[in-house]
């Protein structure tokens, strides 16, 4: 995954999380990544 990180990992990652390995569902994988977009509490849009 790291040499496709340069044009975009997310379909990748999907593939291989959810569809090969199973290791989450596609709620879960969606769920991990919208969280994962969440500015921190400190963060303001001059600062991030």
């Known amino acids: ?3 496709q990180g340069f044009g975009g990992v997310l379909p990748v990652a999907q593939r291989v ?20 977009q969440v500015p921190s509490p400190g963060c303001s849009p001059r600062r991030c």
């Open 1 to 3: 995954m790291a040499l």
């Open 17 to 36: 999380l959810v569809d090969q390995q199973r290791w989450m569902t596609p709620a879960q994988f969606l769920e991990t990544l919208s969280v994962s």
